[in-house]
């Protein structure tokens, strides 16, 4: 009986008896043996799968199913949206933090790579003079691509002189979005 010990990170694929493939197995042995023999086995590198399950709202590439070499680094592209941000990446179901890329170093397993997204999100903060409101007040959260319309009301007797949009004029005006 014969032992076939594949290195770290290999399988045996084939092994010849006598010049005939008798299939991959990690031992053999000869029975009743009358003659001279020859054993010979063939081997080869593991290969893992990383497979990648995207959010809306953004792509992981390469996209899919990735085969690895046992042994080998990946590293994987989180691009968002235009107006969205990346929020969480779960490595085998377990988060890892919210980044733009992700490499599997030394893979020897099979894994999963997820991302999720999620949009942005601004603050339009509201400093209104004395002898008038602006609605809405304080500060309002505003989705990314979204519109909010501030309406200007001078007290009775006072008109808008001036409207500033991030310290720059933008004139005289009652309402804006």
């Known amino acids: 009986t014969f032992t076939i010990t594949p290195d770290e990170g290999y399988h045996v694929t084939d092994v010849l008896v006598d010049g005939s493939s008798v299939g991959a197995f990690e031992s053999y042995t000869f029975n009743d043996v009358v003659a001279n023999h020859t054993l010979t086995a063939t081997f080869e590198i593991n290969t893992y799968e990383i497979t990648v399950t ?3 709202h953004g792509v992981i590439a ?15 592209t989180i691009t968002p949206d235009e107006g969205y941000h990346v929020t969480d990446i779960l490595v085998d179901g377990t988060s890892v933090g919210a980044f733009e890329s992700y490499t599997f170093n030394d893979v020897d397993a099979n894994h999963t790579l997820t991302a999720a997204f999620a949009i942005n999100t601004y ?55």
């Open 54 to 56: 995207q959010g809306a």
């Open 62 to 76: 390469p996209a899919g199913t990735t085969s690895v070499q046992h042994g080998s680094d990946r590293t994987f």
């Open 123 to 177: 603050d339009i903060s509201v400093t209104q003079g004395t002898h008038g409101l602006i609605e809405p007040t304080g500060i309002t959260t505003v989705e990314h691509g979204n519109d909010v319309t501030y309406t200007i009301t001078p007290d009775e007797g006072y008109y808008v002189l001036d409207v500033e949009i991030d310290g720059e004029s933008v004139g005289s005006m009652e309402s804006y979005t």
